[in-house]
Each structure stands twice: as C-alpha cells, then as structure tokens.
C-alpha cells in the first residue's frame, strides 16, 4: 500500500478537491436531509438563532415515508402525483426523441443551408430556459396570446392553457419539449454521422427500402447514442422544477414529485422538512430502481456501459 500510494500520490492529489467538494455539496446534504426523513422537523422545531430557540424535532422512526405513502392530499396525494410525474416524464422524453430524431435525420441529408438550419434549430437551447417559458407563457396567454388569437379567428375554443385543468399540464409539456429537442437532435445528429455511409449504399444496392434502412442500419448504428440521451432525458425531466414552476406556479394539475418536495419545503405557514426531505429520497429511489432495471435491459441487448 506505501509503494502505491508513493507511486499514485499525484493521481490522488490532483482527484482530492473534487472529492472534498463533491463531499461538502452533494454527500453531507444528503446526509442531512435523509435523517431529515427520520424526524419530524419543521419551521416550528428547527433552530432558530435569532429568536434564540433550541431545536426541539424528536426522532419518530419510518412514520414520514408511511404518511405520505398512505396519506392523501395532506401529503401531496403521492401515488396520484408520481403518476402524473410518469406522463409528464416519458411524454416529453418521447416527444424529445421522436422530433429530435426526425430532424436529425433531416439535418444529415445534403441540402443548401444545411449549417444555417442547424443553428436555428440548436436556438432554443442556446436562449435561457426562464425566457423561453415566460415568452411561451405568453403565447399560451388566454386573453392576448397568439394561439388563442388565432383559434378564435378560425371560430375555435379559445380555452385557458395554463389554467386550473389538465391543459396546464400538456401546455408545460410543449414547453419542455420546445426546451429538449435540440439537445437530442445535436446528439441523434453525431450518432447518425458515425454511421459508415458505405452500410446504406450496400442495402440501397441490394434493393432495401427506406424503412428496411431505418430499421436495420440507422436504428441499432444509433442503440448506443439512444440508450444514453434516453436515460439522460428521463433523469433530467423527472426532476426538471423550473420549466412547470415558471409556467403555472403551485398549480395542482401540473404537480409533479419534485415541485410538490420545493412546496412544502419553502411555501405555507409551518414549512414541513421533513416531508419535503422524504420526497427527495423517495425520488431518489424511484430513479435508481429506473436506473438498475434500464441498465440491465440495455446489457442484455449488448450495450455495456
């Protein structure tokens, strides 16, 4: 062990500030808040130096995950609000693959202004998220907003998106969607040209169709790319805040796990955190199990990683 870290010492070293920040910013929070879970600390038993009241939580065991495992709306109404968190979750992430791949596919065809298209597209990533939503909130405005403008001119309804029903939740959606696609079309776009073209000009000669391509040659040349933005995207979007709470505030249609954790974490009178703590460790779980059964299917189809 001397002669490997006499050998190594730099190695270790040079990784040693990462480790202690990464330590200090992510390990000893999380720490924190999963014994947070274990008590019932809240905005009246937490310290408060300037009021100079001690702490005075006590320990109360699993009773927090039982809450709002089995409670109903006093606790979030959990199993309502994972499964909204679910369509909201893998509706973007599909949408997100399906047009991102579709314009991959585009971008990768010889055209004229194939660079200027390109930068167009990658626009909406490259503009800040909070002034794409409040420029979406906007045209998804109920009384002055583009859309309903020109529904109501066609003789459509002219409804409210972003409103108390489950509008608000498809109109974050398109938000989202709006926000994620250049991110998988760049990615999709590297996958696809990592492809030897010399693949497609065999089954072109052999007489495959333009689906038979798809499905045989670019499908699996982009398994690997696919199997990483996929994973990515559900991490990302499973805990994306600032997209649904930009959009619609605390709106109980387009609750989702996350923003119900910052609800009653930073709103209402007694800030409860140890239910708020709870949720993030349950959000965590949720996305290791999501994690181990994917990467699992993935090394069945060959995919190491």
């Given at each position: 062990m001397r002669a490997f870290l006499a050998r190594h010492w730099y190695a270790y070293a040079m990784v040693l500030p990462v480790v202690v920040v990464v330590g200090a910013l992510v390990l000893l929070p999380l720490a924190q808040g999963l014994y947070f879970t274990f008590t019932n600390?809240?905005?009246a038993t937490i310290a408060n130096p300037v009021l100079d009241r001690p702490a005075s939580y006590e320990f109360v065991g699993l009773d927090n995950y039982v809450n709002v495992l089995t409670g109903g709306e006093s606790y979030g109404a959990f199993w309502s609000t994972l499964g909204r968190t679910l369509i909201w979750t893998f509706g973007c992430v599909l949408?997100?693959?399906?047009?991102?791949?579709?314009?991959?596919?585009?971008l990768n065809r010889r055209m004229r202004?194939?660079?200027l298209y390109r930068v167009l597209l990658i626009l909406p990533w490259a503009v800040p998220p909070f002034i794409s939503v409040f420029a979406w909130r906007y045209l998804f405005n109920s009384q002055f907003g583009i859309i309903n403008q020109a529904l109501g001119a066609l003789g459509?309804?002219?409804?409210?998106w972003l409103g108390q029903s489950d509008l608000a939740l498809f109109s974050v959606m398109v938000i989202n969607t709006w926000l994620g696609v250049p991110f998988m079309m760049v990615t999709l776009l590297g996958g696809l040209q990592s492809i030897p073209r010399e693949l497609y000009e065999a089954a072109e000669m052999d007489g495959a169709s333009a689906w038979q391509r798809f499905r045989d040659i670019t499908l699996p040349g982009l398994r690997s790319v696919s199997s990483t933005v996929v994973l990515l995207g559900v991490i990302w979007t499973f805990n994306l805040f600032h997209v649904i709470f930009l959009s619609t505030g605390q709106n109980p249609h387009t609750r989702i796990l996350v923003t119900y954790s910052f609800e009653r974490f930073f709103s209402g009178a007694s800030r409860d955190y140890a239910v708020a703590s709870t949720y993030g460790v349950l959000i965590l779980s949720l996305l290791l199990?999501?994690?181990?059964?994917?990467r699992r299917a993935m090394r069945r189809q060959g995919e190491v990683w």
């Open positions: 600390i809240n905005e949408a997100h693959y399906a047009i991102g791949l579709g314009l991959a596919l585009l202004f194939r660079g459509l309804p002219t409804p409210v199990v999501f994690v181990t059964i994917y």
